[in-house]
C-alpha cells in the first residue's frame, strides 16, 4: 500500500496518519547522547609548610577554685552575676557534705546577707554514676568540680564532673 493511499484511508485520515508518517520518515530518535561532563577535581586544604604550626586551640580560663562559704557569698550578694560567671566556666568547691542519698549530696556555705545577718545557702550536688553510695559520707570535707545548673532562692544545684581526692 502506496503513503498515499494511507493518509486518504479514512480510518487513519487525519492526525494520526501525519504523525505516523512523520515517526516513519525520520528514521533516529535524535541526536546521539553526548558523554556526561567530567566534575572538576575536588579542592584540597593547602598543606602546611614543615616551618608553619597549626594554630593553637583558644584556652580555657582555669577553673576557679574557692570554698563553699565563698561561692555562698557570692551567689547571696548577686545570684544574677554568680550564677553566669561560674555556669559558663565551671567551678571548684571545697567544703563539708552536709546531706547524701543516693545520687545527691548537698554542701552548705554561709554568708553575710545585706541586712547583716548570717544566711545560708545550700549546694545540691548531683553526683555522676562513678562515685558510689559509699564514697562522700556526711560530716566529709571534700573538694568538687563542676557547672552550675540551676539556681534559685538559697539553693544551686551543680552538676558534678568530678569529685578531687585529696
Known amino acids: 500500500m502506496s503513503t498515499r493511499a494511507l493518509l486518504f484511508r479514512p480510518p487513519l485520515a ?91 549530696a ?3 556555705g554561709a554568708g553575710m546577707g545585706r541586712d547583716g545577718r548570717r544566711v545560708e545557702w545550700t549546694f545540691v550536688l548531683i553526683l555522676p554514676r562513678s562515685v558510689g553510695a559509699g564514697e562522700l559520707a556526711v560530716g566529709e570535707r571534700v573538694t568538687i568540680r563542676g557547672t552550675p545548673a540551676s539556681t534559685g532562692i538559697g539553693t544551686t544545684a551543680i552538676d558534678v564532673g568530678e569529685v578531687v581526692r585529696e
Not at 561532563?37 to 584556652?59: G, N, T
Not at 582555669?62 to 561561692?71: G, Y
Open 14 to 104: 487525519g492526525r494520526c496518519a501525519v504523525l505516523a508518517l512523520l515517526a516513519l520518515g525520520c528514521g533516529k530518535d535524535g541526536p546521539p547522547p553526548q558523554p556526561p561532563a567530567p566534575e572538576p577535581p575536588a579542592q584540597q586544604p593547602p598543606a602546611l609548610l614543615p616551618q608553619e604550626k597549626a594554630p593553637a586551640p583558644p584556652s580555657r580560663p582555669p577553673v576557679p577554685a574557692v570554698t563553699a562559704d565563698q561561692l555562698a557569698q557570692e551567689f547571696i550578694d548577686d545570684p544574677g552575676r554568680a550564677y553566669p560567671r561560674y555556669s559558663s566556666q565551671g567551678v571548684q568547691v571545697t567544703g563539708v557534705v552536709s546531706g547524701r542519698t543516693d545520687r545527691v
Open 106 to 108: 548537698q554542701m552548705r
